[in-house]
C-alpha cells in the first residue's frame, strides 16, 4: 500500500490527505500482525489487559509508523540524506536486534541496509537516481516496523528507547 501510494504520487501528484489516509490504513493493515499493545507493555509491565489499553497501544502504534513514514518522506530532498540516515538507522537496528537475539528483525534491517548501500553509491551528489516518494515512504514505513518488532521482546522502556534514540534526527 505504502510503495503503491508514493508510484502514484511520483506518477500523478497525491495530494496529502490521500497520502496520508494511505499511511493510516497500511498502519492499521499491520496492527493484525504486530499486536502493538506489546510496545505499551514494554513500557509500563504492569498494565491491565483491557480495551482501552488496547485502543491506546492501536493509537501510538498508527501515530509512530505514521509519522515516522512521514519524516523520511519530508528529508528526501538533499541527494544521499534520507538513504543515508535510513542507512545508519537500519544499520543500527540490526545490530541491536542481533544483540538481543531477534534474528527476523536483524535479518530484515541488515539486507535493508545492504541494499542501501548499493543505492547510496549512485544517490550521492550529483545524484543519478532518486528515491521518490515511493521510495522514501516505504523507507521510513520500513523502519518503524523494524524498530518497533525490534522492541516489542525487551523487559524494559529500555528497548524503545534505542530505536528512538537512533531515529531521532529524522524525527525533529
Given amino acids: 500500500l505504502i510503495f503503491l501510494a508514493g508510484l502514484l ?3 500523478y501528484g497525491l495530494n496529502a490527505l490521500q497520502k496520508f489516509l ?4 497500511a498502519s492499521i493493515v499491520l496492527i493484525y500482525f504486530e499486536h502493538p499493545v506489546h510496545i505499551l507493555k514494554t513500557i509500563i509491565p504492569d498494565l491491565p489487559d483491557s480495551p482501552l489499553i488496547n485502543y491506546l497501544g492501536m493509537i501510538l502504534f498508527v501515530f509512530w509508523v505514521v509519522m515516522l513514514t512521514n519524516a523520511i518522506n519530508l528529508i528526501d530532498g538533499l541527494d544521499g540524506l534520507a538513504t543515508g540516515i535510513a542507512l545508519i538507522t537500519s544499520s543500527t537496528v540490526g545490530v541491536i536486534a542481533l544483540i538481543r537475539k531477534e534474528l527476523g528483525t536483524a535479518a530484515a534491517s541488515i539486507t535493508l541496509a545492504g541494499s542501501l548501500v548499493g543505492f547510496l553509491r549512485f544517490n550521492f551528489n550529483p545524484a543519478r537516481i532518486f528515491l521518490g516518494d515511493s ?4 523507507l521510513g514505513f520500513v523502519l518503524a516496523v523494524t524498530a518497533v518488532r525490534g522492541s516489542q521482546k525487551g523487559p524494559t522502556a529500555m528497548a524503545l528507547l534505542m530505536p528512538l534514540l537512533v531515529l531521532g534526527l529524522p524525527l525533529l
Wanted: aromatic share 10%.
Fill in 9 to 11: 504520487d511520483d506518477a
Fill in 22 to 25: 494511505v499511511q493510516i490504513l
Fill in 135 to 138: 521510495g522514501s515512504m516505504f
